[in-house]
Structure formats: C-alpha cells, structure tokens
C-alpha cells in the first residue's frame, strides 16, 4: 500500500507564483524526501528533510515536516515555466522498509 | 559509470511471452528498488534489495513477476507470460541505504509494451 498522498493531484499557477503541494503518511518514518519527475520517466532527486527536522530549505524550495500529524509540504517559490513536472513525496518507515511513493502532484506552471 | 542505466529503454513484446529488464546501479550502492508507473500515476512498489538481505518482495503483482540481485550489484526483472495490464514504465533505483534510506538514484526506465 502507499505510503504517501500527496495533495492537490493537480496544479497550475502563473510564472512567478508560489507553489505548494501537501503529502500525508500513515506510519512513523526515518525520513521523507520529495522528487521531481518530467515527461514520466526517471525520477530527480530534491530535498531530504529527517524524522528530527521541522524545515529546510534549498534554493527556491521550502520543505516542512510536520510528525504529530503525519505531513509535510514542498513550496516552490517565484515559479517558472521550467518547473513544469510531477513531484512526488516518498518515506521509508522505521525498519528496514523500501522507500515508498506517493501518487504526485503535476504542476504547471504557465508563463 | 555516471548514474543508473537500465535496459532496452523501449520493449514491445506479444502477450504470453517473457520479458526481461535489467537494471545496472551505481557502483557501491547497496540499496536497489524496482517500480512500475502505469501512464499517469504513482509509482508502485515491486521489490527491494538491500545488500545480502533476503529481498522485500511484498509488491509483486503475481507469481509471474520476479526479480534477481546477482553479486549485489545488476538486477533483473523477469515477467512471465506478460499480459496487457503489464505494460507500464519500469523504473530501478539505486541508494547507499545503510540503515536508513538516503538519496535515490533513478534510472530513464523501461516502456514495456505489451501487444
């Protein structure tokens, strides 16, 4: 079963604006990472927030966890059009688990 | 060896026959997972190897599906008897899990065809 739901499943905003998108998981993790994925294939790489960690933060993106309720949210600031993809939340519960993902989020982002 | 490189990128095969899909990680990493995306969707979890453990086989489909690890380095995914409901997108993935997972490596994937 997956892991993570993220949400809206859809999204379009103007060049410029911020984008926010949600995930919610079900049981106690290590740590959760978001990815980017264009044109449905190989999946890049975008932030690791730990269990411990309450924000980061990396050039234009801004990631909070939230443990007590079991969610995190991926902002992306001053959007352009080259951000443009799917992103998609993964956790790896306690144990030796597989990192599991969710079903994304597409994001357009119109110039 | 720059990133994780997999094979055919494309494969278009008859209902009924077998396929096999490789998978090549990066070197050194212990971790290896395999998933399918069906166009549109998530990714859903197959199977993970994590150096000498017994793989996590818990999202197999079917018995129809399985997959090898040999020398804890290529993989191999091998469907049997492949039926239209298994044409998706395979992707393998790669990390230097130890203990906990850290960044996973993707490779460009499988477009399995099933006709």
């Known amino acids: 079963s997956q892991q993570g739901e993220e949400d809206p499943q859809a999204l379009s905003i103007q060049e410029g604006e911020n984008a926010t998108m949600n995930c919610s998981y079900k049981?106690?993790?290590?740590?959760l990472q978001w990815y980017r994925q264009n044109s449905g294939r190989g999946l890049v790489h975008l932030i690791l927030i730990r269990s411990n960690e309450r924000e980061k933060h990396s050039g234009r993106l801004r990631v909070t966890l939230d443990t007590s309720k079991k969610s995190s949210s991926l902002l992306i600031t001053a959007s352009r059009a080259a951000d443009t993809a799917s992103y998609f939340c993964a956790t790896d519960a306690l144990g030796n688990t597989p990192l599991v993902f969710g079903k994304g989020t597409r994001l357009s982002v119109i110039a | 060896g720059a990133g994780v490189s997999q094979s055919p990128s494309n494969k278009v095969t008859e209902k009924g026959k077998d396929v096999e899909l490789r998978c090549d990680p990066i070197s050194g990493h212990t971790a290896l997972y395999w998933y399918r995306q069906s166009l549109g969707q998530g990714l859903e979890f197959l199977i993970y190897?994590?150096?000498?453990?017994?793989?996590?086989k818990s999202g197999l489909p079917s018995d129809r599906f399985s997959a090898e690890r040999t020398g804890g380095s290529v993989s191999t995914l091998t469907i049997q008897r492949t039926q239209q409901e298994d044409s998706a997108v395979y992707l393998c993935?790669?990390?230097?899990?130890?203990?906990?997972?850290?960044?996973?490596?993707f490779g460009q994937g499988t477009r399995l065809t099933v006709v």
């Open positions: 049981t106690s993790i290590n740590n």
């Open positions: 993935a790669s990390s230097l899990a130890q203990g906990t997972h850290t960044e996973a490596f």
């Open positions: 190897f994590q150096g000498n453990s017994a793989p996590d």
